[in-house]
């Protein structure tokens, strides 16, 4: 993982948090991951002026504030509109992926109860982001 990039993942539920956490682990994706634990810590954590982040793994049904509202506040605002946002929901709504889609989410990704899908999936996410993945300096 480059050294500058950090990946946030937003996550409100512990299960699936630690799930996240062991896939990026096996991954050799772990190194700066930051965690928030519901929308309104992502929120907190992207606006504090010293966040560095390479890109967002966001859920969208958390308490206090929505996925749909930390994209829709990331997308509204100078220092966070181009940062990639993945969406990693258990949604299977349509309404859901289209939102996502309209609010700027840069991919859409439904989380796998195959531990072995899931952790491929979030290693070929993270390394596409974190690794290949270019974005402008400001």
Not at 47 to 66: E, I, Q, T, Y
Not at 117 to 131: K, T, V
């Amino acid at each position: 993982m480059g050294k500058d990039k950090v990946m946030l993942l937003v996550e409100d539920d512990p299960d699936d948090m630690e799930f996240a956490l062991l896939a990026l682990r096996e991954n050799g994706l772990d190194e700066n991951v930051v965690i928030a634990r519901d929308g309104q810590e992502a929120l907190d954590y992207l606006f504090s002026g010293n966040a560095s982040a390479g890109f967002v793994l966001l859920d969208l049904k958390m308490p206090r504030v929505d996925g749909f509202e930390v994209l829709h506040q990331m997308r509204s605002t100078g220092a966070t509109c181009n940062l990639p946002v993945v969406i990693l929901s258990s949604s299977n709504e349509e309404r859901d992926l289209e939102a996502c889609y309209r609010l700027g989410a840069n991919g859409y990704v439904r989380k796998s109860l195959d531990y072995s899908e899931f952790s491929d999936a979030i290693g070929r996410i993270g390394r596409f982001w974190l690794e290949l993945n270019e974005v402008p300096c400001s």
